[in-house]
């Protein structure tokens, strides 16, 4: 009896149409975005409260140009610390993994230090650095860091001990075997430490803005806030939530380039040939 076709590799790789899998949340938002519309103007809330969908839309366009310059001051300080996240947070957790006494010192602080939060630390950093941008930088970079070193670190530390055996039977030496076989195998649990980093950068650089900047949204979430104009606190979420969306998707095209097309069967039988 042959195995039906969602057992197979075949039925495995298979996947539903894009417009099948984009359908369902749209139908979702919009529906959302209709009951908020509605309920504002029908319940007679005021603006000051819960601005309408329409509102926001039209105190955006009429702030476009500024929102666009404090928006793009948030994505450099944004993308830039999280590049110094990835990269460190990468080091650390391979750090972690081979050297035990690194492991034994610092893992517990690492998982620890996720829970500090980050209203206690920005401050010394605007001691430190002023209000410059190279400052939010570091608070992301530092906050950001944590989820990627942890899943790197568990990433590898659960990766099944025949894939290093089998490299080194064929010849592989330690280093080879850790970057090209562990680290590969690893891959997904690291791109889900980079993805949680991802979903809060530009937030904290926002809140460090906010304590103490020059520009950017939090900046201009301070003073949508002191002139009570709550559509423009909305045109900020708007503008985190789309940066957050770019570096998703920016994490999901080089995750698909990089691992996307082998999975773990794929990846034993070439390990194996």
Same mark, same amino acid.
């Given at each position: 009896m042959s195995a039906p076709a969602s057992w197979t590799r075949e039925g495995r790789g298979r996947k539903r149409p894009l417009w099948k899998r984009i359908l369902p949340p749209l139908l979702t938002f919009a529906a959302l975005v209709l009951i908020w519309q509605f309920g504002v103007d029908l319940g007679g809330i005021s603006e000051h409260a819960l601005p309408s969908p329409w509102l926001v839309i039209q105190s955006t366009a009429r702030n476009w140009a500024d929102l666009l310059t404090a928006a793009r001051i948030t994505a450099l300080e944004g993308f830039a610390g999280f590049l110094l996240a990835a990269v460190i947070g990468l080091l650390t957790g391979l750090a972690l993994y081979c050297w035990k006494p690194a492991h034994d010192a610092l893992y517990p602080l690492v998982a620890a230090a996720q829970m500090v939060p980050l209203i206690t630390i920005a401050p010394l950093f605007i001691i430190w650095f002023g209000f410059e941008p190279v400052g939010k930088v570091v608070v992301v970079a530092v906050f950001g860091l944590f989820p990627v070193a942890v899943q790197t670190y568990r990433g590898l530390k659960s990766v099944p001990g025949f894939y290093q055996d089998v490299a080194l039977t064929c010849g592989a030496g330690r280093a080879w075997t850790l970057w090209h076989v562990k680290l590969r195998v690893a891959a997904g649990q690291v791109f889900s430490g980079l993805r949680v980093s991802a979903a809060y950068v530009f937030a904290t650089a926002a809140t460090a803005e906010y /304590?103490?900047? =020059?520009?950017?949204? $939090?900046?201009?979430?301070?003073?949508? &806030?002191?002139?009570?104009?709550?559509?423009?606190?909305?045109?900020?979420?708007?503008?985190?939530?789309?940066?957050?969306?770019?570096?998703?998707?920016?994490?999901? /095209?080089?995750? =698909?380039?990089?691992? $996307?097309?082998?999975?773990?069967?794929? &990846?034993?039988?070439?390990?194996?040939?």
């Open positions: /304590l103490g900047a =020059r520009d950017g949204l $939090g900046i201009w979430l301070q003073s949508a &806030f002191n002139s009570f104009q709550t559509p423009l606190i909305f045109s900020a979420t708007l503008a985190i939530i789309a940066l957050t969306a770019v570096l998703l998707a920016l994490i999901a /095209l080089v995750e =698909r380039l990089t691992i $996307g097309g082998n999975d773990e069967a794929e &990846f034993t039988a070439e390990l194996g040939s």
